[in-house]
């Protein structure tokens, strides 16, 4: 009997319980989307105000930060996707891995657009 216990929590249980815990992972990753992508509308407000679109260094940032955000949400739907199939744990952990990784360049672009908008602000 403790074998066949032991076979279950082996083949369906701790699958089952890891493919819990990275649609729990996942659903709240869209909260972090969310929140950098209301922070990258707010940037595109802020440099339209600021009139500073013409500047190489600031466009660059912007439009990485841009594509890398609109790459994690990609990857984050594909996540969702396989949520709906029978698959192993590990097939829904790359693209969930992939988005965090996407999400955390796109900040690390914020970052750097901050710099690049300092830079050229007048020092009063």
């Keep these: 009997f403790a ?9 369906t249980h ?5 493919r819990i815990e990275n ?12 929140a950098a992508q209301s922070r990258l509308n ?8 600021l009139k500073r679109v013409d500047n190489n260094d600031i466009l660059f ?9 609109r790459e994690a949400q990609g ?14 744990p590990d097939e ?3 693209p969930i891995k992939k988005s965090l990784e996407l999400l955390s360049l796109a900040y690390e672009d914020f970052f750097e657009l ?3 908008v300092d830079s050229v602000l007048p020092r009063s």
Excluded at 3 to 11: D, G, H, K, Y
Excluded at 23 to 34: A, D, R, V
Excluded at 42 to 49: D, E, F, H, T, Y
Excluded at 75 to 88: D, I, M, P, V
Aim: aromatic share 10%; net charge positive.
């Design 61 to 69: 940032h912007f439009e990485n930060a841009e594509d890398h955000l």
């Design 75 to 88: 990857t984050h739907k594909e996540a969702g996707s396989l949520f709906r199939k029978s698959n192993s």
């Design 114 to 116: 901050g710099k690049a």
């Design 23 to 34: 649609f729990f992972i996942w659903n709240n990753n869209q909260k972090l989307l969310n």
């Design 14 to 18: 701790a699958p089952l319980a890891q």
């Design 42 to 49: 707010q940037v595109r407000i802020a440099m339209k105000v």
């Design 3 to 11: 074998r066949a216990v032991r076979e279950w929590r082996r083949t």
């Design 92 to 94: 829904s952990l790359g």
